[in-house]
């Protein structure tokens, strides 16, 4: 009888608004959203996307550096990139900088061969999200398919997308940096901007962060996603990420015996398992997402029974 019921009061769901549905019963939501998320094996696949990422991160971020170090100084490339890198991987960005500024060093070793390998290489976590994302979206993948042309090119063309967004924050966050280091006279007192610049910096990295994931949502799932769905995934995501951010920061800063476990390998380990848990929030967004796109569409009207007993 139950289960009559529970099948009346979904089908009565079918016909509310998604964000109504999410509103009443927020909690069987986010519950059905942790249940095809485990059934979709997101840490598998988060952990191939992490992989990838690792693998990928210095060659994509040499590319994007060495492309705007015609346009703006390498060391306000390097600055404004350790900073934004504290974000991906909170604890080892200057290490990671450090590896990074090696390799911008000897540039000009660099062939035509090299610089084919590097876009390979680079393109691999896009790759692999793309297929992530094949999974969890997979009531689309299943009625639509994307060209084999459009999978190959794609990657590149989000890399030069990124490389544009990373010189306008390069260049808005070098204002605020500007702004923080003036002062302000208010009835014979001197304020210092430089509060006032560090929330801005911070909110710029949060509102970043949140155009990056909607543009990935918009982009990797096959078929057309709205731009409101696409803010919402992002939106879970960021909230998901910087919350752990901010546990991660506390976690190696005061607690963690990391180094002590892996020796020489505490860097890559750490960074690994930072890519791990953002890629997972990542796919966490996807698949809120896919959870409230297919609200209504998925029920079954098994209440009649009810009705006529």
Same mark, same amino acid.
């Given at each position: 009888?139950? %289960?009559?019921?529970?099948?009346?009061?979904?089908?009565?769901?079918?016909?509310?608004?998604?964000?109504?549905? *999410?509103?009443? !019963?927020?909690?069987?939501?986010?519950?059905?959203?942790?249940?095809?998320? !485990?059934?979709?094996?997101?840490?598998?696949?988060?952990?191939?996307?992490?992989?990838?990422?690792?693998?990928?991160?210095?060659?994509?971020?040499?590319?994007? *550096?060495?492309?705007?170090?015609?346009?703006?100084?390498?060391?306000?490339?390097?600055?404004?990139?350790?900073?934004?890198?504290?974000?991906? *991987?909170?604890?080892?960005?200057?290490?990671?900088?450090?590896?990074?500024?090696?390799?911008?060093?000897?540039?000009?070793?660099?062939?035509?061969?090299?610089?084919?390998?590097?876009?390979?290489?680079?393109?691999?976590?896009?790759?692999?999200?793309?297929?992530?994302? #094949?999974?969890?979206?997979?009531?689309?993948?299943?009625?639509?398919?994307?060209?084999?042309?459009?999978?190959?090119?794609?990657?590149?063309?989000?890399?030069?997308?990124?490389?544009?967004?990373?010189?306008?924050?390069?260049?808005? @966050?070098?204002?605020?940096? #500007?702004?923080?280091?003036? @002062?302000?006279?208010?009835?014979?007192?001197?304020?210092?901007?430089?509060?006032?610049?560090?929330?801005?910096?911070?909110?710029?990295?949060? %509102?970043?962060?949140?155009?990056?994931? %909607? @543009?990935?949502?918009?982009?990797?799932?096959?078929?057309?996603?709205?731009?409101?769905?696409?803010?919402?995934?992002?939106?879970?995501?960021?909230?998901?990420?910087?919350?752990?951010?901010?546990?991660?920061?506390?976690?190696? %800063?005061?607690?963690?015996?990391?180094?002590?476990?892996?020796?020489?390998?505490?860097?890559?380990? *750490?960074?690994?398992?930072?890519?791990?848990?953002?890629?997972?929030?990542?796919?966490?967004?996807?698949?809120?997402?896919?959870?409230?796109? !297919?609200?209504?569409?998925?029920?079954?009207?098994?209440?009649?029974?009810?009705?006529?007993?």
């Amino acid at each position: 009888m139950w %289960a009559r019921v529970y099948g009346y009061t979904h089908r009565m769901h079918a016909t509310e608004h998604p964000a109504n549905y *999410v509103l009443r !019963r927020p909690v069987a939501f986010f519950a059905q959203t942790l249940k095809s998320f !485990r059934a979709n094996q997101g840490l598998l696949l988060a952990g191939a996307v992490a992989y990838y990422t690792l693998l990928s991160i210095v060659p994509l971020l040499g590319l994007i *550096v060495i492309a705007l170090s015609h346009v703006i100084e390498q060391a306000e490339l390097l600055a404004t990139l350790g900073r934004y890198l504290e974000w991906l *991987v909170p604890g080892q960005s200057k290490t990671v900088l450090r590896e990074l500024a090696t390799f911008l060093e000897h540039r000009q070793v660099i062939g035509w061969v090299l610089l084919t390998t590097m876009l390979f290489f680079s393109s691999f976590a896009f790759m692999v999200l793309e297929k992530a994302m #094949a999974v969890i979206f997979l009531h689309r993948f299943a009625v639509r398919h994307r060209h084999l042309l459009v999978s190959v090119v794609l990657p590149y063309c989000y890399i030069l997308l990124l490389g544009v967004g990373f010189l306008i924050i390069t260049v808005v @966050s070098g204002s605020l940096q #500007a702004i923080g280091s003036e @002062s302000v006279d208010v009835m014979g007192r001197d304020w210092s901007l430089g509060g006032l610049s560090g929330v801005l910096l911070y909110l710029l990295g949060v %509102a970043g962060e949140i155009l990056v994931l %909607a @543009s990935i949502y918009l982009v990797m799932p096959v078929g057309r996603l709205s731009v409101r769905h696409a803010l919402i995934g992002a939106v879970t995501a960021t909230v998901l990420w910087e919350l752990t951010r901010h546990v991660l920061v506390w976690y190696f %800063a005061t607690v963690s015996q990391v180094s002590v476990v892996y020796g020489s390998l505490t860097t890559s380990i *750490v960074v690994l398992l930072s890519l791990e848990i953002g890629a997972t929030a990542l796919l966490l967004g996807a698949q809120v997402i896919s959870e409230y796109e !297919r609200i209504g569409k998925d029920a079954k009207p098994q209440g009649d029974a009810v009705l006529t007993r």
